[in-house]
């Protein structure tokens, strides 16, 4: 990962700045924007460029009733909403979609840590919801840091 990306990402996730969410990378509830950690990067980048988030036109129902949260907006980027788009990935530096760490369990998607196991995925045992600090602390540790090919 592109290293001054990873700071500015670990201190936006430590600064208090975005409220947390889960399952989508950036949705509003009760007229409060609330991202996933992933969601953080993708505004880190959309801010960096000069860029807005698009207002889905979607409501992820299913989603709202399996999870109890109830989403008002949701947003994407690049026609994603749950996942990094390739222009993210590429910008920061990153290898995937939704980048794995290091964690006590061994490799972890960093969607996993933000919102528990997924009701789709297979069981991944002792991993709960992480908080951004927690995250954070575990990109700083657990997510290499490589100066970018020019």
Sequence with gaps: MNPE???KWIEALKSG???????????????????????????LYLKENGLQWEESPLR????????NIQMEHMYLIDGAWGILPSKVIEWA???CHDPSVVY?????PLSTLNDGPRISSKP????????FIQ??????KGLSSTTPML
Excluded at 60 to 67: E, G, M, T
Excluded at 135 to 140: L, M, Y
């Design 60 to 67: 992820l129902n299913a989603v709202n009733i399996l999870h």
């Design 93 to 95: 530096g990153l290898e």
């Design 17 to 43: 700045k975005y409220k947390q969410g889960r399952l989508t990378l950036r949705h509003t509830i009760k007229g409060e924007d609330a991202f996933c950690c992933l969601g953080v990067l993708c505004d």
């Design 124 to 131: 991944v045992s002792k991993i709960t919801p992480q908080t």
């Design 135 to 140: 995250i954070a602390d575990i990109i700083e």
């Design 104 to 108: 006590s369990t061994g490799r972890v």
């Design 5 to 7: 990306v990873k700071k």
